[in-house]
């Protein structure tokens, strides 16, 4: 019974109105609607909407031993990067008759480990996991045993044993150092992450030797770890105006640090651009809003969402490791004048 007690409407009610037979009014609502012709997928569709019909997915499952239900499980939906990764992944899903049941782990490795081992017990069809951490979260990874496949997405981990969608950090960074060098810069300072070990490994040695390769100045004393987040950034700027040597350009490995370490110049009466470049990474959607906006390499997030589901849903057994390429967005951050790219 509906809110009003009237009788919902059964899927032998559409097959009625439409004209034909039940079965065939199951694959007209599905994922076979191919099997049939568009004229009788229309009819059907049309009866269904006529009557307010809508599926019962726990029902469907039971019939069909599927759930068509994916699990989403990332470190934080308050970071605004995560919060867009998990809207395309749902769009894509939606467009491949999928629904997305997302989790957040709170950065914390108990919590995700329950979640994949809930995960594991059937009630979704496949995994997509950002991990907390690319090395400590690759044990309750690599323990993950079902038979649906899961996927690694946006941050690799030492676990090996399935796949993964991340960003090329060698295109994306050499791309940042060439822009800081023909902006003027000559030596360079970077802010780099603690929650992403193996990522920001791996991003700082492809700056290291972007740098090389451009003729950028990039002293040791000028690389420092910040904790993820705003006050990470300002934190690690307090580091760096505490030596003697004080980069023409500030490389900050995301967004919410660059953010950080912007505002900690200004309080310091230190200007953007003026008086020192930054960088961010990720694009993140205040990353045209704030001020000055800031200079930023645009991960590839509808495509990586694209490729992770086409991946999950084939099921395939063979391992891949996909590295897509960034675009870095260049804006007020590093620009003197006002006008930049978008």
């Not at 891949?320 to 620009?335: A, D, F, K, N, W």
Request: with cysteine; hydrophobic share 40%.
């Amino acid at each position: 019974m509906d809110q009003k007690g009237r009788r919902r409407p059964v899927l032998a009610d559409v097959a009625r109105r439409a004209g034909v037979s039940q079965s065939t009014a199951s694959r007209a609502l599905s994922a076979k609607a191919s099997l049939i012709s568009t004229a009788t997928q229309q009819r059907v569709k049309k009866a269904a909407k006529e009557l307010g019909y809508q599926t019962n997915p726990i029902a469907r499952s039971l019939r069909l031993s599927k759930t068509s239900v994916i699990g989403m499980i990332v470190p934080s939906i308050s970071n605004p990067f995560f919060t867009r990764l998990v809207e395309e992944v749902e769009h894509v899903l939606y467009e491949n008759n999928y629904y997305l049941y997302l989790s957040d782990s709170r950065r914390n490795l108990d919590t995700e480990a329950r979640l994949l081992r809930a995960f594991e017990s059937g009630s979704v069809d496949g995994v997509l996991i950002v991990p907390c951490h690319e090395v400590k979260s690759a044990p309750s990874i690599a323990d993950f045993t079902s038979g649906i496949p899961l996927i690694q997405l946006d941050r690799p981990t030492t676990c090996t044993k399935f796949s993964g969608v991340g960003i090329d950090e060698r295109q994306s960074m050499f791309s940042v150092i060439k822009h800081l060098k023909d902006s003027g810069a000559k030596t360079i300072g970077v802010v780099t992450s603690k929650e992403t070990e193996l990522t920001s490994m791996l991003r700082l040695k492809e700056t290291e030797e972007a740098c090389r390769f451009y003729d950028v100045c990039l002293p040791r004393k000028l690389i420092v770890e910040g904790e993820h987040s705003i006050s990470g950034g300002a934190e690690a700027v307090e580091t760096l105006l505490a030596s003697n040597l004080f980069p023409d350009a500030l490389v900050c490995f995301s967004d919410l640090l660059s953010v950080g370490a912007i505002k900690q110049l200004k309080d310091q009466g230190i200007g953007v651009p003026e008086d020192v470049l930054v960088t961010g990474f990720d694009d993140t959607p205040f990353a045209e809003l704030f001020r000055p906006s800031l200079t930023t390499v645009r991960q590839p997030v509808e495509q990586m969402a694209r490729t992770a589901v086409s991946m999950l849903l084939e099921a395939s057994s063979s391992v891949s490791h996909y590295r897509l390429p960034g675009r870095l967005i260049r804006r007020e951050s590093t620009l003197l004048e006002a006008s930049y790219q978008d």
